[in-house]
T-cell receptor, first 115, second 114 residues
């Protein structure tokens, strides 16, 4: 498909691991990002991965990249109630003749953490 | 504090009354962009700017204008707002268009057009 795709909802129990999946569109995308949006707030860059990496770990966050399948995932270990938010996957999708890039977002996955 | 500042945070207006949403960043970023966020549609890019006096259309530019006369400011102009422009708007900036540093987002402007 032409869109960055994510499932819309995920519900997990506090203390469990959360895995949010994303399928992106352009295998030549150089950077892939995860953003977090808390209620009433803007988007906050959570982490990113360069396309020549398979995995990136940052404290409770693990990003896995499967370039062959154009699949990106975000794993949150020991999920807390404060992790409840919408998580957006994003890729650099388009390169225009003017030398510009466009950052394209998925529709977001709403993570609900049950105490 | 490094930030992107949007104003106003909330705005209710009537159809056809011109309005401007301001966006300012204090990080000397070259790249700035406007998005709108709608339920079920995620974030869609309206306009972007690679540098001063350089702007281009995103995916949903109809009904909007922008200008980039100074590096720090990137206002979004709705000349004749309509109810289908009711949305949550975000301004964002980045050091460069290659996005290796990611975007910094403003806190959003919730616009209602009645």
């Amino acid at each position: 498909g032409e869109d960055v795709e994510q499932s819309l909802f995920l519900s997990v129990r506090e203390g469990d691991s959360s895995v949010i999946n994303c399928t992106y569109t352009d295998s030549s995308s150089t950077y892939l990002y995860w953003y977090k949006q808390e209620p009433g707030a803007g988007l906050q860059l959570l982490t990113y991965i360069f396309s020549n990496m398979d995995m990136k770990q940052d404290q409770r966050l693990t990003v896995l990249l499967n370039k062959k399948d154009k699949h990106l995932s975000l794993r949150i270990a020991d999920t807390q109630t404060g992790d409840s938010a919408i998580y957006f996957c994003a890729e650099i999708l388009r390169y225009s003749g003017a030398g510009s890039y466009q950052l394209t977002f998925g529709k977001g996955t709403k993570l609900s953490v049950i105490p | 504090e490094a930030q992107v500042t949007q104003n106003p945070r909330y705005l209710i207006t009537v159809t056809g009354k011109k309005l401007t949403v301001t966006c300012s960043q204090n990080m000397n970023h070259e790249y700035m962009s406007w998005y709108r966020q709608d339920p079920g549609l995620g974030l869609r890019q309206i306009y972007y700017s690679m540098n001063v006096e350089v702007t281009d259309k995103g995916d949903v530019p109809e009904g909007y204008k922008v200008s980039r006369k100074e590096k720090r400011n990137f206002p979004l102009i709705l000349e004749s707002p309509s109810p289908n422009q009711t949305s949550l708007y975000f301004c964002a900036s980045s050091l460069s268009s290659s996005f290796s540093y990611g975007y910094t987002f403003g806190s959003g402007t919730r616009l209602t057009v009645v």
